[in-house]
């Protein structure tokens, strides 16, 4: 039962509730303690770059950013579709997240 009420909740259920709101900075702490657990986390995440809302994919691909930036794992090798993803809001609709894609990539080496 448990199974079932977890396997309903995908991107646009997270999306129409505010726990967008909180889910990633503790994404990012779970990379922290342990990068291995985002295992079905990062694509289910990656999925919220095509948001109709701006801010969400700028929130989102603000958090990618960091992750991608991070010594402590090698997202970009790992999550290759994710990583492509990213790199498509590079021409994102919206300038200000155009915009925010260039600041945070400044980071990302």
């Known amino acids: 039962e448990d199974d079932d009420r977890l396997a309903r909740v995908d991107a646009r259920t997270l999306a129409a509730s505010d726990a967008g709101q909180h889910a990633y900075p503790l994404v990012f ?11 079905y986390t990062l694509p289910k995440v990656a999925e919220r770059l095509g948001a109709d809302d701006a801010a969400t994919r700028e929130a989102t ?3 990618l950013g960091r992750l991608f ?19 498509q809001r590079f021409t994102d609709k919206a300038p200000e997240v155009r915009t ?3 600041r945070v990539a400044l980071k990302v080496t």
């Open 61 to 63: 691909l603000t958090l």
């Open 29 to 39: 702490e779970v990379h922290l303690a342990e990068p291995r657990m985002l295992l």
């Open 69 to 87: 930036a991070s010594p402590k794992e090698d997202y970009a090798a790992k999550y290759p579709r994710v990583w492509e993803a990213w790199l």
């Open 100 to 102: 925010a894609m260039v």
